[in-house]
Nanobody, 127 residues
Framework: QVRPVEAGGGLVQAGGSLRLSCAASGVSFSNYAMGWFRQAPGKEREFVGAISRSGYNTYYADSLKGRFTISRDNAKNTVYLQMNSLKPEDTAVYSC????????????????????WGQGTQVTVSS
């Protein structure tokens, strides 16, 4: 079982950057595909991006392509979300999630496909 814990959120001005991290304790981190989601006040949870077990495959929400980048370091049991050119509409609680994946290349984009969730970290982008 994996237990994700996010870090790195905070307050940033529009146009700035933040890097979130998600450290997953437990065993066999490399057996899990990882995803990032976000939820703004009054809105539904939204898919941000995902990365396969190997880290070679990534997938992003169309609206975020080119600004957000996901990577992982299996030796450190950590996945990262690099966010650039941030906008006020990026303000949300960002959560990472883990899903045990059979294949190295599998990516999951739906929240119901993830069994393990972190508590989330707040990102606030000021205008």
């Amino acid at each position: 079982q994996v237990r994700p814990v996010e870090a790195g959120g905070g307050l940033v001005q529009a146009g700035g950057s933040l890097r979130l991290s998600c450290a997953a304790s437990g065993v066999s981190f490399s057996n899990y595909a990882m995803g990032w989601f976000r939820q703004a006040p009054g809105k539904e949870r939204e898919f941000v991006g995902a990365i396969s077990r190997s880290g070679y495959n990534t997938y992003y929400a169309d609206s975020l392509k080119g600004r957000f980048t996901i990577s992982r370091d299996n030796a450190k049991n950590t996945v990262y979300l690099q966010m650039n050119s941030l906008k006020p509409e990026d303000t949300a609680v960002y959560s990472c999630a883990a899903s045990e994946a059979l294949y190295l290349s599998h990516i999951y984009t739906a929240s119901y496909e993830y069994a393990y969730w972190g508590q989330g970290t707040q990102v606030t982008v000021s205008s």
